[in-house]
């Protein structure tokens, strides 16, 4: 949102409105920034959280009350294997299961298609198999076989 607001002022402001900024959080609004309008880097969000494969509802747990009491906003966990997307969490999931269940159990398995940040926005297509992007139906080697059509890459 703030690279959005930066369109609408002077360049000279926006150099004024970096220099007072911490340096990381000027760096990541410049990297964000340099992607063009309505590609998917243009909206992506470099701040998530993810948790390991072996990982348990209490892990889970106790990195979000520690991410709270820095006042990061939590929307969504990710789980990963060696830097691969696995699947995704439900907080609804992480409250309502025992502390010593694993999040592998919990999960939402994913099949993650890829996609990169240089892409369109509005009319991206499925990377073959796994799951589309846009409308999480599944994909195969010819594309999306849901609503979205999306033709494979």
């Known amino acids: 949102v703030a690279v959005d607001i930066f369109d609408y002022l002077p360049e000279r402001e926006v150099d004024t409105l970096l220099e007072a900024l911490p340096s990381l959080h000027a760096e990541e609004l410049e990297t964000l920034g340099d992607y063009e309008d309505e590609t998917a880097g243009s909206i992506m969000s470099p701040e998530f959280v993810s948790l390991r494969l072996g990982a348990t509802v209490a892990d889970a747990l106790t990195r979000l009350r520690r991410l709270a009491l820095i006042g990061q906003n939590v929307t969504y966990v990710y789980v990963v294997e060696q830097e691969v997307l696995r699947g995704v969490l439900m907080m609804r999931d992480l409250v309502l299961n025992p502390p010593e269940t694993p999040l592998a159990d919990i999960m939402i398995k994913t ?13 991206p ?18 594309g999306c076989r849901a609503w979205c059509s999306r033709p494979s890459s």
């Open 111 to 123: 099949w993650c298609a890829s996609i990169r940040a240089t892409i369109s926005a509005t009319s």
């Open 125 to 142: 297509t499925c990377s073959g198999s796994g799951s589309c992007w846009r409308c999480r139906s599944w994909t195969t080697a010819n």
